[in-house]
């Protein structure tokens, strides 16, 4: 009968174990899951945030010149954008210089 409650109480430390090895394995998923939803949330926020300030800079020079600005490189030149193109590829196509360029800006 000394047999029975010690294996009861291994069998129960075993279970305890494994549930908590279980539940620790869940914790650090639910954690890398949210670190990687939340740098792709930052990605997306900075991609939006650079295409605002180029469209911000050329409604400017507009507004202060009388025409949008015939390149992304006139922006920079004078108007202080930048923007990094280490992450991001900008593309700033105009038709004329009183229509609204189209801008993108693309994740590299």
């Known amino acids: 009968m000394s047999g029975k409650p010690i294996r009861y109480l291994k069998n129960r430390t075993v279970m ?10 869940l914790m650090l998923s639910v954690i890398i ?5 939340t ?3 930052i990605q997306v926020h900075g991609q939006r945030a650079a295409q605002e300030a180029i469209l911000q ?3 400017s020079c507009y507004a202060l ?20 193109e ?8 105009i038709f004329a210089s009183n229509i609204m360029p189209e801008i993108t800006v693309i994740k590299r």
């Open 86 to 93: 280490e992450l991001y590829i900008v593309q700033y196509h």
């Open 39 to 41: 740098s792709e949330s």
């Open 33 to 37: 899951f949210g670190l990687h939803n």
């Open 16 to 25: 305890g174990m494994i549930v908590a090895s279980l539940f620790f394995v």
């Open 57 to 59: 800079a050329a409604v």
């Open 65 to 84: 010149e009388g025409s949008y600005p015939e390149s992304y490189e006139y922006l920079k030149e004078h108007y202080g954008i930048a923007v990094n």
